[in-house]
């Protein structure tokens, strides 16, 4: 099979090349920078054929996905900042590119006639109550602006096409890009204490873990809404800030404060962010292993 990677300056497009390569699969990776961007690790990734796109551009879309002539698009590249999503000079280029980017993809891939992997988020939903989300749960009620964005890019797939995969993903951390753990471990390199939300749940996702996961299900036919996060329970963002100085041997004092003390949030965040990951393997797809093993792992590849 032949892959096109959007997105492959991120965290998660860089790995997904990678394992492509593992595998022994051709890749064709885009992003919007006239060259790889990302993280020049020495990975395969930075020796696989790039193309610069700008995903808001159907003409530009149209043509690079059809020169390559992919078997399966994994739709990686998004607008992430979620803060800055709620400015009103940004709303719509935030929408440009979550959801006209990806209906521009998936009409490529209509056209095509290829699969399409759309990395989605918890952000779908509302964010409230204790019961974890069921990825074919479609009680929509999207908290934010990128959360509107990320469910317009979902329709603009699923009203598309038939062969279709929508992976809903939370807490994501890689090692091209920022993330939370890196933010972590920078702050408590700097401070004697930090101040971390409590009452915000879910679970991490390595985005090394989710790469094979998605070029499993593109290897088969069993198309659909899934949610795949790491194993090994919900946590809170406290939870997780504690383990992660636990394993880097940090000292740093963790004060839990709750959404409302915290404060800063531009953005309003989900309070449950927990993700029913048991479709998995009901379909016969292995899950992420456990958050905390992966977070050792990451620990290790960032050299902490």
Not at 163 to 178: E, T
Not at 184 to 202: A, F, P, S, W, Y
Not at 270 to 285: I, Q
Request: glycine share 10%; hydrophobic share 35%.
């Amino acid at each position: 099979m032949k892959f096109f990677v959007t997105g492959v300056g991120g965290q998660l497009g860089h790995d997904v090349m990678n394992e492509l390569a593992a595998r022994g699969y051709e890749g064709v990776g885009s992003d919007i920078a006239p060259e790889y961007a990302g993280i020049a690790d020495g990975s395969a990734v930075t020796g696989m054929p790039y193309v610069s796109v700008d995903i808001t551009d159907r003409e530009a879309v149209e043509k690079a996905i059809t020169e390559a002539k992919p078997d399966v698009i994994v739709h990686c590249a998004a607008w992430t900042a979620v803060d800055l999503a709620e400015d009103e000079d940004k709303k719509a280029k935030v929408r440009a590119i979550n959801v006209d980017g990806t209906k521009n993809i998936a009409g490529a891939a209509k056209k095509i006639g290829s699969k399409m992997i759309y990395i989605s988020t918890d952000y779908v939903f509302n964010g409230q109550g204790t019961e974890p989300w069921d990825p074919d749960c479609r009680d929509y009620a999207p908290l934010n602006e990128y959360g509107k964005s990320k469910l317009g890019g979902e329709l603009a797939v699923s009203e598309t096409l038939e062969r279709y995969f929508i992976v809903r993903i939370a807490w994501v951390f890689g090692l091209n890009g920022k993330n939370f753990i890196k933010t972590m471990l920078n702050v408590g390199k700097t401070h004697d204490e930090v101040r971390v939300v409590n009452d915000q749940i879910g679970t991490p996702t390595y985005t090394l873990d989710l790469s094979r996961l998605l070029v499993d299900m593109a290897e088969t036919e069993k198309y659909g809404y899934y949610h795949a996060t790491n194993e090994g329970g919900y946590i809170s963002w406290y939870d997780f800030t504690c383990e992660i100085y636990r394993q880097a041997g940090m000292t740093t004092r963790v004060t839990p404060v709750t959404t409302a003390e915290y404060g800063l949030s531009k953005a309003a965040r989900p309070f449950n962010s927990r993700l029913d990951r048991s479709k998995l393997v009901r379909e016969g797809f292995k899950p992420l292993p456990d958050w905390k093993d992966a977070l050792k792992r990451y620990l290790e590849q960032i050299g902490e």
